[in-house]
């Protein structure tokens, strides 16, 4: 089976969904699947860390992010030509995400050219606080993403959250919940006192201090104003941000905040380690990744309602607050509440429990696994159409 996976960026953008699709291009092409992974040259660093088929950068256009800190690379003439070109090379194509121009050209390349098209929808909607984003968002996922969620021959959504905000789409067949799984190896709680404490070190955080650790990109949705203002009103705690972006917290210019920004992997593992517990208060997003490797690696975790519901399973493990972009200081004032609860009321046993559910919950092997279960299913399906179509086609002709 020849797969084509397509995103718009590669690993070395440090997203959550382009560090998901590497992850799973790794477990497929581990299981003889031959993989091809599109996505956009504006943060390729080549090579890609291990091995997960056969990259392939078209150039695009990454204006949107510098500039709005919204990532939306549009390819060019020969982007889509080669675009076109793998996808007529496949056999089965797998987008992530409905939105983004390289997506939506391979999906009509692929139905041009009849191939089964599996998309993987990440997020719904996001919130920006400007309403002319708000509104283009609304207006585009109405006339893109729903298209094409209705016309994929399969939608898999990676949470509950975002499986209910398309529920009233008429899908072909019916969609799938499927997990993206994290490396329990890799992410994990600290053995004892000792090994968080050399984590500290390693980092250069003090040992006597609340450390509350952020991983993501620095972008509006996923609160950093709500962390400025937080890291301004509790000066106690150590406000530990691990990403990049066009926000910058070390502008910020707090004694309390400390910027990692080249962390990825067993180099961010031990970043978590070293932390008392987890922030993420973001908006507009599934269930992210960083929130999974929080969970295996035992902290209190804090986020918002809405992504805690993304996994109504795990909501109990999760402290939750209500995230409103238009009230960043009571949004830091509920955070710095809740931070100082689930540190304070955090025991061993909990962080076990919390490492334990990771682990039976997000594995990367049996997200693989049912990926490649729908891919055989569509190809069996797919090959049996063709065949009725070509026994169909000569007495048509006769017809005539």
């Not at 990259?55 to 390819?75: Q, Y």
């Amino acid at each position: 089976m020849n797969l084509l996976m397509a995103s718009s960026y590669f690993e070395s953008h440090r997203g959550g969904i382009e560090v998901v699709v590497g992850q799973l291009a790794r477990e497929l092409h581990a299981v003889g699947t031959s993989v091809a992974w599109l996505a956009s040259d504006a943060t390729m660093s080549p090579p890609l860390p291990g091995p997960c088929g056969r990259p392939i950068a078209i150039h695009a256009l990454n204006a949107t992010e510098r500039l709005l800190g919204i990532p939306f690379p549009i390819p060019g003439i020969a982007a889509l030509r080669t675009i076109c070109k793998e996808v007529d090379h496949s056999d089965i194509v797998l987008l992530h995400d409905a939105l983004y121009p390289s997506n939506i050209a391979a999906f009509l390349f692929a139905r041009w050219a009849r191939k089964p098209v599996v998309l993987t929808q990440h997020i719904a909607s996001v919130p920006y606080r400007n309403s002319l984003l708000r509104g283009l968002m609304r207006v585009l996922n109405r006339v893109i993403t729903r298209p094409l969620l209705a016309s994929a021959n399969q939608v898999v959504f990676i949470s509950e959250v975002t499986a209910g905000a398309f529920a009233d789409v008429s899908y072909r067949n019916p969609p799938r919940l499927i997990f993206n799984g994290v490396d329990t190896d890799i992410y994990r709680p600290t053995v004892n006192a000792a090994e968080r404490s050399a984590a500290r070190q390693h980092f250069g955080l003090p040992l006597d201090r609340r450390i509350a650790l952020f991983v993501g990109r620095f972008v509006e949705k996923k609160g950093l104003d709500v962390l400025h203002h937080a890291a301004r009103m509790d000066r106690d705690t150590v406000w530990v941000l691990a990403g990049w972006g066009p926000l910058d917290p070390a502008s910020w210019k707090l004694p309390n905040v400390r910027v990692f920004p080249g962390l990825s992997g067993a180099t961010l593992a031990p970043l978590y380690r070293a932390s008392d517990a987890f922030v993420l208060p973001s908006i507009g997003e599934g269930f992210p990744l960083v929130l999974q490797e929080a969970l295996a690696s035992g902290l209190p975790t804090i986020c918002g309602a809405e992504s805690a519901r993304a996994d109504k399973n795990a909501g109990a493990l999760l402290r939750t607050i209500q995230v409103d972009v238009y009230k960043s200081e009571t949004t830091a004032a509920q955070l710095i509440e809740a931070l100082h609860g689930a540190i304070r009321e955090n025991t061993p046993d909990q962080a076990a429990q919390r490492a334990g559910y990771s682990r039976k919950s997000y594995s990367w092997p049996s997200a693989a696994k049912l990926y490649l279960d729908l891919f055989n299913d569509i190809a069996g399906t797919n090959a049996i159409a063709s065949s009725k179509a070509s026994q169909a086609r000569p007495a048509m002709e006769t017809n005539r």
